[in-house]
């Protein structure tokens, strides 16, 4: 199962962590006022002033939680992770007793769903906005156990004997290669329901190769 992803934000980014549902309706205005300036004007556009303007707060409700931009992008990242993080361990919990195949099919088709709801903010996410890289490298770390936790329990149907670090490894990459193509990349005339499709058959095809 994933690890709860709250963690401690590097001494860089450190900013207050609210606490009351005041104080988190307004870090989440905050944020939501960052996406809908990417959206509309672009990142240079995104300055503090700007962000407390669009989410119709003060200047130092701002600063109050977020010492700087690079806490605010931080954040953002780290709120678009948790999503992924309940995502996944959702799915694992479905489909505890689940054979391999339909287990995998589920969290590939999840992912492109979750990413697929808003292309533009995920494209913004992935090629505009800093991130940190510990964070990218945590939530990897992650969800490399929950794949690992997944095949692992189901072993047994592969016809033939593998290395279980070595099909973890492929199969994370694949299927995050792969629900990434889907969203962005993928070809005017391929449907995202083709594209999916296509995916859980790669990753299908490995496991049973």
């Known amino acids: 199962m994933l690890a709860s992803v709250k963690r401690k934000v590097g001494k860089a980014y450190h900013r207050r962590e609210p606490q009351q549902r005041r104080a ?16 509309r004007e672009g990142f240079e556009a995104v300055t503090t002033n700007r962000i407390a303007t669009v ?43 689940s054979p391999l195949d339909k287990l995998m099919r589920a969290m590939i088709e999840a992912m492109v769903d979750a990413h697929a709801s808003d292309p533009e903010l995920y494209a ?23 794949f690992r936790l997944a095949i692992a329990s189901r072993s047994d149907e592969f016809k033939t004997r593998r290395d279980l670090d070595m099909v973890v490894f492929v199969v994370t990459h694949m299927v995050e290669a792969l629900s990434h193509g889907a969203v962005l990349r993928r070809p005017a005339r391929l449907s995202l329901a083709a594209a999916k499709e296509e995916a859980v058959r790669a990753v299908l095809a490995y496991l049973h190769a």
């Open 55 to 97: 989410a119709g707060v003060s200047i130092g409700s701002v600063y109050q939680y977020f010492p700087d931009k690079r806490a605010i992008f931080a954040a953002l990242h780290e709120r678009h992770i948790q999503e992924i993080d309940r995502l996944v361990e959702t799915k694992l919990m479905e489909h505890a007793a």
């Open 124 to 146: 913004l996410l992935l090629t505009e906005v800093p991130h940190r890289a510990e964070g990218t490298r945590d939530f990897a770390v992650r969800l490399h156990g929950a």
């Open 24 to 39: 988190l309706q307004t870090v989440e205005a905050v944020l939501d006022a960052v996406i809908k300036t990417l959206k």
